[in-house]
């Protein structure tokens, strides 16, 4: 079971899988290269959400890894 947050599979929450994210930002179930792992609020679309979630799960993660 991956890990929320880390899209690369490094077992870490880092600044790459930020940058990945940011990639992802405004994509939705109906555009091409939606990936459903960007959208950690399972509403269907990667937005700003999703952004705000992964800051908390990065912050978590740093605070204790």
């Known amino acids: 079971n991956p890990m929320a947050g880390d899209f690369d599979g490094s077992g870490r929450v880092e600044l790459d899988d930020f940058f990945t994210l940011i990639d992802h930002l405004g994509l ?35 605070l204790d890894p």
């Open 28 to 62: 939705t179930v109906f555009t091409p290269g939606f990936d459903a792992r960007y959208d950690l609020n399972d509403d269907g679309r990667v937005s700003f959400d999703d952004f705000f979630l992964f800051l908390d799960i990065y912050d978590n993660h740093r």
